[in-house]
């Protein structure tokens, strides 16, 4: 029997708790709405005199808008913190970019 009166004392106190929440109009918080996120690596390649250097680079897309990771802190809230990228490779002045 007290475990009953325990019981429905709980939940007297949860159901006052929701309907004054309800009453009062508040409602919890939403977190931003990220319409597209995300993190990458891309080649960064520069001809230098007979070679051609590439670099990895890392990009974010936030909402569309893509950055480099080094002129972004943060991105709805989400902070952004990178490591370096170690990725690199050089080649003949005469090997052309597949991506073109």
Known sequence: MKGL???LIIASIISFGLVAAILSGETPEE?????????FTSAVCESNGDFVHCKDEIFVNCSGKITKADDVAECHG???????????????????????
């Open 78 to 100: 989400i902070e952004i913190d990178l490591p370096s990228t170690t990725g690199f490779a050089v080649f003949g002045n005469d090997w052309e970019d597949p991506r073109n």
């Open 5 to 7: 009166v325990l019981l």
């Open 31 to 39: 977190p931003p709405k990220i319409s597209k996120f995300n993190i």
